[in-house]
């Protein structure tokens, strides 16, 4: 599986971008693409995923009505949708791909151990 990241950039808070993820050698009718990001100094952390298959999806709380995924699956390609950014949301954004996205628990996306990862795409939110 191969994935390649497009669509990062700088933005005013308040703004929005969409972040693309194009899929090769992913099966689309069984599996999963997520989202992740990580900041400097910080943790990587899970921010939403989406199952191919029937379009089901999972968010982390702090992004939920803010961000939608959604898959072209036409296309091979999942997109993250980013509106009302803040600056807490600047990281580096990568894609992922597995069978499964993971669980909630508690309000929250816990994602399972995704085995394929894509380079990254910087997004920036200045204040």
């Known amino acids: 599986v191969q994935l390649v990241e497009s669509g990062g950039g700088l933005v005013q808070a308040g703004g929005s971008l969409r972040l693309s993820c194009a899929a090769s050698?992913?099966?689309?009718?069984?599996?999963?693409i997520g989202w992740f990001r990580q900041a400097p100094g910080k943790e990587r952390e899970a921010v939403s995923c989406?199952?191919?298959?029937?379009?089901?999806?999972y968010y982390r709380a702090s992004v939920k009505g803010r961000f939608t995924i959604s898959s072209d699956n036409a296309k091979n390609t999942v997109y993250l949708q980013m509106n009302s950014l803040k600056p807490e949301d600047t990281a580096v954004y990568y894609c992922?791909?597995?069978?499964?996205?993971?669980?909630?628990?508690?309000?929250?996306?816990?994602?399972?151990?995704?085995?394929?990862w894509g380079q990254g795409t910087q997004v920036t939110v200045s204040s």
């Open positions: 992922a791909a597995d069978l499964r996205c993971g669980i909630y628990y508690s309000g929250d996306y816990y994602p399972t151990d995704f085995g394929s």
């Open positions: 050698g992913f099966n689309f009718d069984d599996g999963a």
């Open positions: 989406i199952t191919t298959d029937d379009g089901g999806t």
